[in-house]
């Protein structure tokens, strides 16, 4: 059983009034990147994109070449973040472009990212820029949408299953009701009934998805939790509160990744997940978290047991996610930079190989 690797897709690499509005004429992701600054001796920062460079996704030409270099480096997917907001859609313009032009032919699949947008960056209720409401007239209209995309002949699919996955469920009241009137919507498009996947996003989303009408999980890293303290616990505590100044946490990634390749596999089906690398410190300074000393051998140790788990799901064809393909202003990416170039793609391939060849010994 060969899993697939599927990479979270990031589509804030393009301008939109709103975010000019909010944050300056031209904003994009690029502009928390470029601001990046060193907080450690040892910090690579500010990141530097590699052969793609500072790229506007709204260039078909850069979507063809993301997925050329997802395909030849094993990736089977992008998972592209969708903000829906009572049928007011942001980011769209990326996936409505492949959708209408046919173009890249990858496989694709979706995560509705259900939280509000804040000024804060940090996932937080307060400075609302964006409110998320839910109501039954709402869902379905979602559902509508969705069933549009769902019938588009490269969408990913798990035993011929759309697969749709969502973001925080823990926010949306009455999820069960809201999968209900989804799964109405959808029987009635006669839609193969998708395979619905809660995000293990926070401390909420960890038990069994099934109870709530979901029919699987993913995990999604970092999982805060099994990073405990950080390495500089008690620096930071001391600049915190001795000098008032903030500084990053710090985390280990070897010390992470195996930590999470020795946790058991729970009794729900649940697709395991991996990050090449990560640093949120552009988006949030002080406040933010680096995992130190990531490397393309550590990753592909960490792909390995990832594969390993996925063999043991209930599914002829499962999923492993990699977060992220290009989520720069959280430094996780597998997309060339400048300092590593295609190290953690190529790794990704050698690992991939590698598995397929044992399995077909």
Same mark, same amino acid.
Request: proline letters at 7%; hydrophobic letters at 40%.
């Given at each position: 059983m ?9 589509p ?6 709103e ?7 031209g904003f994009?992701?690029?502009t928390n990147?470029?601001?990046g ?12 994109p590699?052969?793609?460079g500072y790229?506007?996704?709204m ?17 089977g997917?992008?998972c ?6 009572r ?16 173009k ?12 509000p947008?804040?000024?804060a960056?940090d ?8 409110p ?11 559902a ?9 002949r490269?969408?990913l699919?798990?035993?011929g ?7 925080k469920?823990?926010?949306?009241p009455?999820?069960a ?16 009934q ?12 960890k038990?069994d $998805? ?8 993913v995990?999604?890293?970092?999982a ?12 930071r ?10 500084? $990053? ?5 070897g ?10 596999v729970?009794?729900w089906?649940?697709f ?9 410190t552009?988006?949030r ?12 051998q ?12 996925a ?9 492993v996610?990699?977060?992220?393909w290009?989520e720069w202003?959280?430094?996780c990416?597998l ?8 190290a953690?793609?190529l790794?990704?391939?050698?690992r ?10």
């Open positions: 060969i899993a697939r690797l599927v990479a979270f897709h990031l804030q690499f393009h301008a939109i009034p975010n000019d509005a909010w944050w300056g004429e994009t992701e690029w990147v470029r601001d600054v060193p907080w450690f001796d040892w910090h690579r920062q500010p990141l530097v590699g052969e793609l790229y506007d996704l260039d078909p030409a850069v979507r063809d070449a993301q997925a050329a270099l997802a395909r030849e480096h094993g990736i997917a992008f592209y973040y969708h903000y829906w907001f049928g007011r859609r942001l980011l769209e313009r990326p996936v409505q472009a492949l959708l209408e032009s046919g890249p032919d990858f496989p694709f699949c979706l995560a509705w990212a259900n939280e947008w804040t000024r960056w996932g937080g209720e307060r400075q609302v820029l964006m998320q409401h839910y109501d039954d007239d709402d869902h379905r209209a979602h509508s949408y969705l069933a549009k995309v769902f019938a588009d490269r969408y699919s798990v035993e299953r759309p697969v749709f996955l969502v973001y469920a823990s926010k949306i009455d999820v009701g809201a999968i209900r009137i989804w799964r109405d919507v959808w029987e009635t498009a006669e839609i193969r998708p395979l619905l996947v809660r995000m293990e996003s926070s401390e909420h989303e038990d $998805p099934r109870v709530w009408s979901f029919d699987a999980a995990e999604f890293q970092p805060w939790r099994e990073m405990r303290f950080p390495d500089n616990a008690l620096v505590y001391a600049k915190r509160f001795l000098l008032g100044r903030r500084i $990053p946490a710090a985390h280990d990634y010390r992470l990744s195996r930590r999470m390749a020795a946790l058991p729970p009794a089906p649940r395991p997940g991996l990050t090449p690398m990560w640093d949120n552009c988006r300074g002080g406040r933010g978290l680096v995992l130190r000393d990531s490397t393309p550590a990753y592909g140790e960490w792909l390995t047991s990832c594969l390993r788990k063999a043991k799901l209930p599914y002829q064809d499962p999923l996610f990699v977060n992220a290009n202003g959280e430094g990416h997309e060339p930079d400048a300092e590593n170039g295609r953690y793609l790794e990704t391939r050698r991939l190989d590698a598995w397929r060849q044992d399995a077909c010994a």
